[in-house]
T-cell receptor
Framework: DGGITQSPKYLFRKEGQNVTLSCEQN?????MYWYRQDPGQGLRLIYY???????QKGDIAEGYSVSREKKESFPLTVTSAQKNPTAFYLC????????????FGDGTRLSIL | DQQVKQNSPSLSVQEGRISILNCDYT??????FLWYKKYPAEGPTFLISISSIKDKNEDGRFTVFLNKSAKHLSLHIVPSQPGDSAVYFC???????????FGSGTKLNVKP
């Protein structure tokens, strides 16, 4: 059963702490994306990767970092430099065709303790 | 600078009637548009798309209309069902864009 798995579903971060959100897909998609959703706002792109070992900043990359060492995995680290990290984070993947929709995971809700 | 806008945060419709969700965009280079549906605490799921070479695309109860001159698209759901209650996002992309731009979403409530 192919899909995208995000973990954990809920995550709490202490001030000054880095946390890593996991995203794994078994859809054999080349492209992967991280979005942030805040109340009343659309999805804002944090980082994306179109191929292994390569990634680009999205619109709100400051305070975040990513890696793409494997096709299946695209973890997102929320660093202590991200001053307002409380949000719902969504990971997505797609084939390398801009006229194909992205498939989304069920998200991780990050909160500050 | 929001390039894709959904100006209605919420919409309430009676079961069986038509739901019309609207989306406006500003970038004339956009030529591919999608609608996603999202339930609480879940990721968005793809609903329907339209390319700029068309002005209408239908899939069952869902129809998307595109008015390129007005830079406007709409999603029609007929007939609306309570299970359609969710947040709907429109998204746009274009040639040489390697990402999608999302609107802020419209929360649809279909009343039984």
């Amino acid at each position: 059963d192919g899909g995208i798995t995000q973990s954990p579903k809920y995550l709490f971060r202490k001030e000054g702490q880095n946390v890593t959100l996991s995203c794994e897909q078994n859809l054999n998609h080349d492209a992967m994306y991280w979005y942030r959703q805040d109340p009343g706002q659309g999805l804002r792109l944090i980082y994306y990767s179109q191929i292994v070992n390569d990634f680009q900043k999205g619109d709100i990359a400051e305070g975040y970092s990513v890696s793409r060492e494997k096709k299946e995995s695209f973890p997102l680290t929320v660093t202590s430099a991200q001053k307002n990290p409380t949000a719902f984070y969504l990971c997505a993947s797609s084939i390398q065709d801009r006229e194909q929709p992205q498939h989304f995971g069920d998200g991780t809700r990050l909160s500050i303790l | 600078d929001q390039q894709v806008k959904q100006n209605s945060p919420s919409l309430s419709v009676q079961e069986g009637r038509i739901s019309i969700l609207n989306c406006d965009y500003t970038n004339s280079m956009f030529d591919y548009f999608l609608w996603y549906k999202k339930y609480p605490a879940e990721g968005p799921t793809f609903l329907i798309s339209i390319s700029s070479i068309k002005d209408k695309n239908e899939d069952g109860r869902f129809t998307v209309f595109l008015n390129k001159s007005a830079k406007h698209l709409s999603l029609h759901i007929v007939p609306s069902q309570p299970g359609d209650s969710a947040v709907y996002f429109c998204a746009a992309s274009g040639y040489n864009f390697n990402k999608f731009y999302f609107g802020s979403g419209t929360k649809l409530n279909v009343k039984p």
